[in-house]
């Protein structure tokens, strides 16, 4: 099956005015959810029964108990299991990368990704040291270079840091030298910071996922997929992209590092919990994406 065709006939089809909804996906006030990309789940096989019991699995990501979430007065999230030992997306060295935004597994999980970094607010960094719930931040060079410091309390939790350009454009409208720049200088800061090389990379907005030119920039620039997302969440609730509004196991979840100004007053904290809660409710736990991830061989 020609997916990567597939899904540039769809990309083009939306054209300009998905590239407008977009532009609120991931930029200043939220919103755009129902528009937002429209990426593929991951094309690699996923594991059958047998392959994945045949070797020892991870450990599960480690919670925080009932006591450090009645803190924040939250129920305690039911734990992940652990993580699968065959992992249901295996990344290559080289070639095309995936476009995905969710992953194909039956765990009733989801993944909470949280990008851009504008927002750094020490009580998040607190409430995630108590909770422990895992998250993957895409951050944007200019947006945190004034405090690279911030992350590095949240990446110590096993949180993984992965790019999300230097400026935060919309990709499409750029030149291939352009993009190649967004990514690769992003890629250069990100890992002399934080002293690992992003593994996964998402255009802001979700814009140009799908086409070849952004992808061989990806390609050039050093990360090895492309990440979308099925939600996205807002301040009290999500926008779903599914018409049933609910969440399904494997989903990729946006956020943003957002303060009061962007929150209508809630913080950072309020939100992730309002987001917490909305998982619960539905009966998921969190799990770590990179967990489900296999990183190409080195
Ligand atoms: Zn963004």
Redesign the pocket.
């Known amino acids: 099956m020609n997916r990567d065709g597939l899904s540039r006939t769809r990309t083009y089809a939306a054209g300009a005015l998905a590239l407008l909804a977009f532009a609120t996906a991931?930029?200043d006030n939220g919103g755009g959810g129902s528009a937002a990309p429209a990426g593929s789940t991951a094309t690699t096989a996923a594991s059958g029964p047998a392959s994945a019991a045949a070797t020892t699995p991870g450990a599960a990501p480690a919670q925080g108990d009932a006591a450090a979430w009645a803190k924040w007065n939250l129920k305690p999230l039911a734990p992940a299991p652990a993580p699968p030992a065959d992992k249901p997306i295996k990344l290559e060295r080289t070639g095309t990368v995936p476009v995905f935004s969710d992953v194909k597994t039956s765990d009733k999980v989801v993944f909470i990704t949280i990008?851009?970094g504008a927002e750094k607010d020490p009580k998040f960094v607190e409430m995630l040291t108590d909770l422990k719930v895992p998250i993957s931040m895409?951050l944007?060079k200019d947006i945190v270079k004034n405090d690279y410091g911030y992350f590095k309390p949240l990446q110590a939790l096993g949180n993984h840091i992965q790019n999300?350009t230097v400026t935060?454009p919309v990709m499409s409208k750029l030149s291939a030298d352009k993009q190649k720049s967004e990514i690769c200088e992003d890629q250069a800061a990100l890992t002399q910071q934080y002293g690992t090389a992003p593994l996964l990379f998402?255009p802001?907005?979700g814009d140009g996922a799908n086409t070849p030119m952004l992808n061989t920039s990806v390609q050039q620039c050093g990360p090895r997929a492309i990440v979308l997302w099925r939600e996205s969440m807002q301040i009290h609730d999500m926008q779903y992209q599914a018409a049933d509004k609910k969440l399904k196991p494997g989903d990729i979840v946006l956020a943003?590092f957002r303060g009061p100004k962007e929150l209508k007053g809630a913080t950072m904290t309020q939100m992730f919990a309002d987001l917490l809660a909305r998982i619960q409710e539905q009966g998921f736990s969190v799990a770590r994406l990179e967990d489900y991830i296999q990183a190409p061989a080195s």
Request: charged share 25%; aromatic share 16%; net charge negative.
């Open positions: 991931c930029g990008d851009d895409f944007t999300h935060h998402r802001p907005f943003h």
